[in-house]
């Protein structure tokens, strides 16, 4: 899955490295460098027009409000044709620009460790999303009664891991390279395109790195630069 991501870097440079035609990037409002950011806050996204913006991260559609079940933060890429997923796959692919995400692994002591994962590169990462939220809705969720990602929201794509990261977690977010995601995000793209893309766009494992950080990660509360630094084994 996809629990956790950092976004620090200057927003206009993912907007710049992902080399948008469009890239008429507005400010979003409050915006800071975030080392710790989780389901329930709002992340950055960038639509296609290549415009910046933060958005809810959770999507709890009407009849999961019904069956009583909790706001979901991916979308597994072998569902997403599915009647759930199919509406927001046509016109509501966005990408979540990120420096890395985080997973948990129990290490020696049988407590939960979180380990950073990045691009090799030290570039960012595009994430495939789908988000429900129609433009006039942007500030907030319009449900407020049941709160943030009730019908409007956002979620990560995600995908099986594969050889060496599969230790660190079965499933991992959906990572385009920059030209993958530009088709993600082009309106033109068609829905059996972009299913595809969602199914085997996914950067190869050759392209990562990972480390354990602090457990510091474990609370959402916390955040700054030291989050983001490895940690020696005991």
Not at 211 to 228: C, E, F, Q, T
Request: charged share 25%; glycine share 6%; proline share 8%.
């Amino acid at each position: 899955m996809c629990g956790r991501i950092a976004q620090f870097s200057a927003w206009q440079s993912y907007v710049e490295a992902l080399e948008l035609v469009r890239s008429e990037a507005s400010t979003p409002h409050a915006w800071a460098p975030r080392y710790n950011v989780g389901p329930g806050t709002r992340p950055l996204m960038i639509d296609s027009a290549g415009e910046v913006s933060p958005m809810w991260w959770g999507y709890r559609p009407h009849w999961a409000v019904s069956r009583n079940v909790p706001a979901m933060i991916n979308a597994r890429a072998d569902k997403i044709t599915s009647a759930t997923w199919k509406p927001l796959l046509r016109t509501g692919r966005v990408i979540i620009p990120a420096d890395n995400w985080f997973e948990w692994i129990i290490d020696t002591d049988g407590k939960k460790q979180p380990v950073l994962l990045k691009a090799r590169n030290n570039k960012p990462l595009f994430l495939a999303g789908l988000c429900s939220v129609k433009e006039s809705h942007s500030d907030g969720p319009r449900d407020p009664e049941h709160g943030a990602g009730m019908v409007d929201g956002m979620v990560i794509v995600t995908d099986a891991s594969d050889r060496g990261m599969v230790d660190i977690h079965d499933r991992r977010p959906v990572a385009l390279n920059a030209v993958d995601a530009r088709l993600w995000l082009d309106p033109d793209t068609t829905l059996e395109l972009a299913a595809e893309l969602a199914r085997t766009g996914a950067r190869p494992v050759e392209e990562f790195e990972w480390y354990k950080v602090s457990r510091d990660v474990n609370r959402s509360g916390h955040d700054g630069p030291a989050l983001i630094k490895p940690i020696e084994d005991d």
